[in-house]
């Protein structure tokens, strides 16, 4: 609002310079002339500027219709009679009857001023008056004549402000009206017609006079009744605020006192907690040394049943001791015996050998007369031969016999022949067909089937011979019935003697048990410990759990850096090269640390610190390692299987087995390094699209006996040897890489357990 004030206050302060402004130089074009009266006449005023600071638009331009009219009254000086007479003309005032002396004349233009583009939007431009002032009748030439434009006769600006644009502080209006005072009467008039057109103004609402005092406390006071207002808000507020506040501290005040009961309450339950802490120090101190006690009586009675039972078991190992010496003893006499049978049997068959060459010789003499001058009275009918020669054990030779006496006359032999055809045999009806030959024929039977068991002195009879060969049958069936007895009675005295250990060791079992039994009363707080063991038992994680946290422990991966994340597994040819590049790098290691004389790494801890060096920080690391072993685990098993992957696991340790140690990798990086170049490993293992590379056979298995030999356990194993060979022939002279590798873990994983065991 200050600023709209002192806005038209510069616009009537810029009036007032430009009335000053017309004594020193007319406008332009204007309607002034000088007077003839006298040389010395002032300049006549001419306003200049005043309507372009005022009415100035955008776009303005002046269009006229016609050519400006010029003043209707003489351009020659004419007298001031011939003026004031003039009162018919139309563009002429009336003069002003009360003021003497002064007339004013007005010129009219038909200038038009057009706002912007819109024709039909015209005002008048200006207005041109003239004046005399001081006018004598008697002194014709002693008046003054003035000319000036009136610029208020147009229309005021419409500018686009609020309304207290137009208002004015009345102060600043006093002052400007003080100071107001022309300097000439030249500055008289205009002066007195600037003043007119303010006042007409004011009169007229264009313009209003306000106070910047009284507006400025009004302003204060509306804020006031604001700030009022919002005083009172804010009492209401914090009223409640106090309501609330007030309710809030006896909150608190109720809170503080149980506050300070629940710190005495607690004061006291410290101070007996203190108390009962250093009870139950004692306690623990006494129950240790109970249980100190216990122990070492339960540990006593341990020894003292350990010690009964180590004599109960050396007095039973003497005794079985005894009973072996005297089973060795019999075994000792069983085989004297048996030799002294042997012995028998070769002086018996020495004389069956006799027996067979005196049958021979007294078969080349005359059998028939043997008989005829020696018979036979107790001779046994041919059925009697028959049945002895059927009960006897060389009936088969009979038949053999009579088999070869068939084919040396040329008879046929049935396909269907057997022992009971023998034992069919008629040897009467034989006897009565061939007299003489058939006779012949038996004594040459017999002696074939008796040369190696009788020995027959010359001249023995017949008889005598059947006698002997009788009693020799006797003695010999005897003793084998004898040595069948013998034979049954050792293999029931070894039932025996097992019988007995099985009895021996149910005794042992049961001896234990007792002495478990007498010291589990003797030490309750041992059963107790039993018992939470057992529970223990029951709580310990399962083998696939018990692997998992091995491996998570042989590679120290935190399970809580994954909570929240998803691991996903490594993909095929990421686990292959990943493989490639741990291989090659362990055998460069292995080579400095050796030069270097250091420990070797083993192959979990060279995996972690592998995977670090390479992803730069350790997180990123484990959750690539993390990858890897969930990427082992899935193509080393089940349908997408692969013996490359599961060799590698194994190797690592990423794949559980219950015999794995690290000297497994230090054996198989061992041959590759005696195979390969150290820099080709990896070219020669990550090929992913080449997934079985053959090698030289003699070059492998020369470097898995190096390798063995320096770190391996035991000797060669014969078996490897041979599955590389079969292996070998299996594919054609070649050996894969990846299946050699297998098989070297194979074997060396069951040499340990072979070990372990």
């Known amino acids: 609002q200050d600023h709209r004030v002192s806005k038209e206050a510069n616009m009537v302060l810029e009036g007032i310079e430009t009335v000053e402004r017309m004594r020193s130089r007319p406008r332009p074009f204007s309607a002034c002339r000088p007077s003839t009266s006298s040389s010395s006449r002032p300049h006549s005023a001419c306003t200049k500027s005043y309507f372009n600071k005022i009415t100035k638009v955008p776009d303005m331009h002046f269009e006229r219709f016609t050519d400006d009219a010029v003043s ?36 009219l233009t038909k200038g038009m001023l057009v706002i912007g583009n819109d024709i ?152 007996l907690r203190k108390l009962r802490e250093s009870e139950l120090k004692e306690l623990q101190e006494k129950m240790i040394k109970e249980q100190q006690i216990l122990i070492q009586r339960a540990e006593d009675k341990q020894r003292e049943l350990n010690a009964s039972h180590v004599a109960e078991l050396k007095a039973q190992a003497h005794r079985y001791d005894q009973q072996m010496h005297d089973l060795l003893a019999n075994a000792q006499s069983s085989n004297k015996r048996l030799l002294e049978v042997e012995l028998q049997n070769k002086d018996l068959s020495r004389e069956l050998e006799s027996l067979r060459q005196q049958l021979n010789h007294a078969l080349s003499s005359s059998p028939s007369t043997v008989v005829e001058n020696d018979p036979v009275p107790s001779l046994p009918n041919p059925d009697g031969i028959k049945a002895f020669l059927t009960d006897a054990e060389i009936v088969d030779e009979v038949y053999m016999v009579f088999t070869d006496l068939s084919r040396t006359k040329q008879q046929s032999v049935k396909p269907g022949r057997t022992l009971n ?82 009895r021996l060791k149910a005794r042992e079992e049961e001896l234990l048990q007792n002495a478990r039994v007498e010291v589990e009363p003797a030490a309750p707080k041992l059963a107790r410990a039993g018992s939470i063991k057992d529970e223990m038992l029951k709580k310990q994680p399962s083998l696939q759990e018990t692997a998992t946290n091995v491996r998570r422990a042989s590679y120290r991966i935190d399970n809580k850096i994954f909570k929240g994340k998803k691991i996903s597994p490594a993909r095929f040819d990421q686990v292959i090269q990943l493989a490639a590049a741990i291989y090659e790098g362990k055998a460069l290691a292995d080579a400095v640390d050796d030069r270097e004389n250091n420990q070797r790494q083993s ?117 490897l040897e041979v599955e590389l060979q079969e292996c070998v022939k299996k594919n054609d002279g070649d050996l894969p890489m990846h299946e050699w590798m297998a098989k070297m873990t194979e074997v060396w994983l069951a040499k340990s357990e072979e070990h372990d065991k």
């Open 72 to 107: 209707q009254a003489s351009t020659r000086r004419k007298s001031p009679c011939d003026h004031a007479g003039a009162a018919h003309d139309v563009n002429s005032l009336p003069e002003d009857k009360q003021s003497q002396g002064v007339f004013v004349r007005k010129y």
């Open 603 to 719: 192959m979990p801890e060279y995996i972690r610190e592998f995977l670090i060096n390479k992803f730069g920080l350790r997180s990123i690391a484990l959750a690539n390692l993390q990858s890897l072993i969930l990427g082992v685990e899935k193509f080393a098993e089940g349908e997408a299987a692969n013996l490359r992957v599961r060799t590698f696991g194994l190797v690592s340790g990423i794949l559980f087995h219950p015999f794995w140690h690290e000297d497994l990798s230090d054996f198989i990086v061992g041959a590759l390094s005696f195979l390969l170049n150290l820099n080709s490993i990896k070219e020669s293992l990550d090929n992913v699209r080449n997934q079985n590379p053959c090698i030289d056979p003699t070059s492998a298995i020369q470097a898995t006996i190096k390798s063995w030999l320096k770190y391996g356990f035991g000797q060669f194993p014969e078996k």
């Open 421 to 502: 055809h023998v034992k069919e045999l008629d040897w009467q009806v034989n006897a009565e067909q061939g007299s003489d030959k058939i006779e012949s024929d038996l004594w040459s039977c017999l002696g074939h089937m008796l040369g190696n068991h009788m020995k027959i002195a010359p001249g023995t009879s017949f008889a005598h011979f059947l006698q002997e060969l009788v009693f020799l049958l006797e003695n010999h069936v005897a003793k084998v019935k004898d040595m069948e007895t013998k034979v049954a009675e050792y293999e029931a005295r070894a039932s025996e003697l097992r019988e007995e250990i099985s």
């Open 120 to 271: 039909s939007r015209r005002s008048r431009l200006v207005s041109h008056f003239s004046v005399a002032m001081n006018q004598r009748p008697d002194e014709a030439g002693s008046y003054m004549r003035m000319y000036y434009s009136d610029y208020f006769e147009t229309e005021p600006a419409k500018l686009e402000l609020e309304e207290e644009n137009g208002a004015c502080d009345i102060e600043i209006i006093s002052e400007w009206l003080l100071a107001a005072i022309p300097k000439t009467r030249v500055d008289a008039y205009p002066m007195y017609m600037l003043l007119k057109e303010v006042f007409r103004r004011f009169l007229k609402k264009e313009s209003r006079i306000i106070s910047k005092q009284i507006d400025e406390l009004q302003k204060q006071l509306e804020l006031t009744k604001i700030s009022l207002s919002r005083k009172e808000e804010e009492g209401e507020v914090l009223r409640e605020q106090l309501v609330k506040s007030e309710s809030e501290v006896e909150r608190l005040t109720m809170i503080s006192n149980e506050y300070q009961n629940l710190k005495a309450s607690f004061e006291q339950s410290e101070s």
